[in-house]
């Protein structure tokens, strides 16, 4: 089995997140009043702030969105307010979902090999599976599992070893492929599985885990 990770290894969240962020500056520019290389700064302090709080559950995934806006806007803003610009954002952001373009082909591979696919994804479990939708290729997965339905996150081991228990499928035969070193490839090793970390920002290997650059690398490790 052949797990991957959503964000920044099958979609590129960060072109989208960027994209979105732009578009939604410009619409709240008036009350805004930041140039785009402070907006782009700030917002990545808040998703990266207030995710995190959603990850150790200090937070639920809807409050967590209402604060970035609080603290983007101003606590001036009432809970509905919050949620509606937040909502304004994310019209933008879908707008600009994509897959990376080595994707498709790696699916359509490992699809031909006969290899199982699935997911495990930080995030609500609803949104990934939009995203799924959305890029078109929802269908070669056989499962999609989330942190907000296992009620852990990577890299805790749990979500790892849950998600071949619903796959039905030995852990130490599985493989876990994602962009963060630490959170996937680490994470997922340390729970039995043959952890992959997907670099597409630079050549740095790491020597407890297998590195690919590029998904067309994937080739020469699953056959």
Aim: proline fraction near 1%; charged fraction near 30%; glycine fraction near 6%.
């Amino acid at each position: 089995m052949i797990f991957f990770d959503i964000d920044a290894t099958i979609l590129d969240h960060e072109k989208a997140e960027k994209l979105g962020a732009l578009a939604f500056l410009k619409d709240n520019y008036d009350e805004l009043k930041l140039d785009s290389s402070e907006f782009t700064k700030r917002w990545e302090e808040l998703s990266d702030k207030y995710f995190e709080k959603y990850l150790s559950k200090e937070l639920s995934f809807q409050e967590q969105r209402r604060m970035r806006m609080k603290e983007l806007f101003g606590s001036h803003l009432s809970e509905g307010q919050a949620d509606d610009k937040f909502d304004d954002y994310l019209a933008f952001y879908r707008g600009n979902w994509s897959v990376f373009e080595d994707v498709v082909p790696c699916l359509e591979y490992l699809k031909k090999q006969g290899k199982r696919m699935g997911v495990i994804s930080n995030g609500d479990y609803q949104q990934q599976v939009e995203k799924l939708h959305k890029i078109n290729i929802i269908q070669y997965f056989d499962c999609i599992i989330t942190s907000s339905e296992i009620g852990v996150a990577k890299p805790n081991a749990t979500i790892f070893t849950e998600a071949c228990r619903i796959a039905d499928v030995p852990i130490h035969e599985s493989y876990y492929i994602g962009d963060r070193l630490e959170t996937d490839a680490i994470g997922s090793k340390n729970a039995g599985m043959q952890g992959i970390w997907l670099n597409r920002k630079d050549k740095t290997v790491h020597s407890d885990v297998l590195v690919l650059h590029d998904l067309s690398e994937l080739r020469r490790l699953i056959t």
